[in-house]
């Protein structure tokens, strides 16, 4: 199979979704868009208790178990905690955040009555004409705080703005696309992977494509917590995540690359499912354009559903990703090459 992969779809489908904020566990927003996205496409959105979305496809063999590909809508975030005397906000994290690559990031803060109000990330230490230990102070949620982009003094000019316990805080995207291909953004980590899914719908709809078994392509909340893919439905055999892979020592890839975890910090992937990613690779990537790797500070829905108790096979690829976690950098064709293992797995090549 040698499919065609609109690259730049790609990237305008990941930008829309950047810029939707969605936040550890607040998806109004997402699911709009999402629902929007699916109808366009000819598709079903259903949601769970847990707020993971699904779509369903029928496959080939519906007697076969049922697939699912998973790439969680959740990205990094703030909650808020509590209010300081001037006004700002104390807030600790959604997942994990770099206190350092958000000091200055414009934000917004979504209020529990609906409203949403602009604020920034600063540290309390926040400027070298002022405090002598500026550049030295430690960035934590103890040393840094949001302050609301409005004239508020005192916690009850912020609570006057809806602004309570518990308003979630979504850090700005800055997306960037440049000619030469590479993305620059925040939450390329899992956004990426969810434009590769909604893609690759699009082209089971426009070609009449039927999966080898029936796949439930699902969107879970809180992956950035550790528990986004804990439930999954009764008749899925296999969970296959997609996420980001990584860059650095230990780590033979550059943002063009897709990779195949082997295993993560809760441990390996199912051995025989992973074998299978790999066929799949040797027959749909570029040559050059994959590989596989073990994330030692890193873990999946799939590993998620799989460490806690589903009976099903994990496994996991993905984009590689350059300074994740913080302003991400990646390359369109990590993320072609991702959806072209995507088309295969879910196509049933590779099996024996």
């Known amino acids: 199979m040698t499919p065609k992969i609109d690259a730049r779809y790609l990237t305008d489908t990941l930008k829309e979704l950047v810029e939707v904020d969605s936040p550890v566990g607040y998806y109004n927003d997402i699911h709009d ?48 905690r509590g209010f300081n005397d001037d006004g700002t906000l104390r807030v600790r994290q959604l997942g994990g955040i770099n ?17 949403v109000v602009v604020g920034q990330v600063i540290c309390n230490k926040h400027s070298v004409h002022v405090f002598e230990d500026c550049k030295s102070a430690p960035r934590d949620e103890n040393t840094m705080s949001v302050s609301l982009v409005a004239d508020v003094c005192c916690p009850a000019d912020a609570r006057a703005l809806g602004v309570t316990e518990g308003a979630i805080v979504s850090i700005d995207p800055q997306f ?20 590769v899914l909604i893609d690759t719908l699009r082209w089971l709809g426009e070609t009449g494509e039927r999966p080898a078994a029936d796949t439930l ?7 950035e917590i550790g528990h986004g893919g804990s439930y999954v439905p009764a008749e899925v055999g296999e969970y296959v995540a997609l996420d980001i892979t990584l860059i650095g020592p230990d780590y033979d890839a550059n943002e063009h690359h897709v990779g195949i975890i082997a295993s993560d910090h ?35 829905d799939a590993n998620a559903a799989y460490t806690l108790g589903a009976n099903l096979r994990s496994a996991a690829f993905g984009m590689a990703c350059l300074n ?27 099996r024996g």
């Open 33 to 80: 868009y999402l629902r929007g996205k699916f109808a366009e496409l000819g598709y079903e959105m259903e949601v769970d208790n847990k707020a993971t979305a699904y779509v369903r496809v029928r496959g080939r063999d519906s007697q076969a178990p049922a697939v699912c590909v998973g790439a969680h809508l959740d990205t990094i975030g703030l909650i808020v």
């Open 99 to 115: 206190y350092h690559s958000i000091e200055g990031e414009t934000c917004r803060v979504h209020c529990r009555d609906g409203r």
């Open 176 to 195: 960037e696309a440049f000619d030469n291909g590479y993305i620059v953004s925040r939450h390329i980590d899992d956004k990426a992977a969810v434009a």
């Open 217 to 223: 392509f699902a969107f879970p909340i809180y992956e």
């Open 266 to 300: 809760k441990g390996p992937y199912d051995w025989e499912l992973t074998n299978r990613l790999i066929r799949c690779a040797e027959v749909a990537c570029d040559a050059d354009k994959w590989n596989t790797q073990v994330c030692f500070r890193y873990s999946t």
């Open 324 to 350: 994740t976690h913080g302003r991400e950098r990646c390359h369109v064709d990590a993320i072609v090459e991702t959806e072209k293992l995507c088309r295969a797995y879910v196509m049933g090549e590779g």
